[in-house]
């Protein structure tokens, strides 16, 4: 499924056009990315919770190369999925 798809469906199900849908969707990612970006958690009940990662400084080598290298400190985000969303697509899954 895509952005597109998404907004599709959505805008089917709420009655606001496509464009208000798009809008909304797009404001609803932009929300998460800034607070992720501020560190801040991201809980969404039923969903899953968005978090950032910190991956310390390592040392790296190039298998090409086999030259070694340092990999700076970065913020990776992550998704932790919730129970009630693994136990609906393994219920779903099941019945397909």
Partial sequence: MTKLDII?????LTGLTKVETELVFD???????????????????????FITKV????????PATNETFILEKRYIPSFKVSKLLKEFVDLEMKEI
């Avoid at 599709?8 to 089917?12: D, H, M, Q, R, T």
């Avoid at 800034?34 to 958690?41: P, T, V």
């Avoid at 991956?55 to 190039?62: G, Q, S």
Wanted: proline fraction near 0%.
């Fill in 8 to 12: 599709n469906e959505s805008a089917k």
């Fill in 27 to 49: 404001s609803i990612i932009n929300s998460i990315k800034i607070s992720l970006s501020k560190g801040e958690r991201v809980d969404i009940r039923g969903f899953g919770s």
């Fill in 55 to 62: 991956k310390d400084e390592r040392e790296a080598r190039n």
